[in-house]
């Protein structure tokens, strides 16, 4: 049994939080499996197409994130994830992460913010904020 059958509530709050903030993004299933995919665009009007995946001990790990185009350069802060073989590291140590609170909506805000933390590395060769 997936989170989505423990849980159905959960996962239509999930789907109601997600088409309120990111209206763009499509739910997608795969094999009884649940992928939200979507675009997103940076400050810099740089569109990232993105995926959110969600591992199979959901709630208690949060959503993963995935840049599917464009293809991301080396960089800091990618990790071997659950879900994906290149999921952006967006709660380093478990830091911020509440499994009562994080939603695909709370990655995917996340996700943006690493988008730009990314785009600054591309142009100075430094992470902005704290080391991880």
């Given at each position: 049994?997936n989170?989505?059958?423990?849980?159905?509530?959960?996962?239509?709050?999930?789907?109601?939080?997600?088409?309120?903030?990111?209206?763009?993004?499509?739910l997608?299933?795969?094999?009884?499996?649940?992928?939200?995919?979507?675009?997103?665009?940076?400050?810099?009007?740089?569109?990232?197409?993105?995926?959110?995946?969600?591992?199979?001990?959901?709630?208690?790990?949060?959503?993963?994130?995935?840049?599917?185009?464009?293809?991301?350069?080396?960089?800091?802060?990618?990790?071997?994830?659950n879900?994906?073989?290149?999921?952006?590291?967006?709660?380093?140590?478990?830091?911020?992460?509440?499994p009562?609170?994080?939603?695909?909506?709370?990655?995917?805000?996340?996700?943006?913010?690493?988008?730009?933390?990314?785009?600054?590395?591309?142009?100075?060769?430094?992470?902005?904020?704290?080391?991880?």
């Amino acid at each position: 049994m997936n989170w989505i059958e423990r849980n159905p509530a959960r996962f239509e709050a999930e789907v109601e939080a997600m088409r309120d903030r990111f209206p763009q993004f499509r739910l997608l299933e795969l094999e009884g499996d649940y992928f939200w995919f979507g675009e997103v665009e940076t400050n810099l009007g740089n569109p990232y197409v993105l995926s959110v995946g969600y591992p199979e001990n959901y709630p208690m790990a949060p959503p993963e994130v995935e840049v599917v185009e464009p293809e991301l350069k080396p960089c800091p802060h990618i990790r071997q994830g659950n879900v994906f073989p290149r999921s952006l590291c967006l709660f380093p140590d478990g830091r911020f992460f509440d499994p009562d609170r994080t939603t695909a909506v709370t990655v995917l805000g996340r996700a943006c913010v690493w988008l730009m933390c990314y785009e600054t590395y591309l142009q100075t060769g430094h992470w902005p904020g704290p080391a991880q």
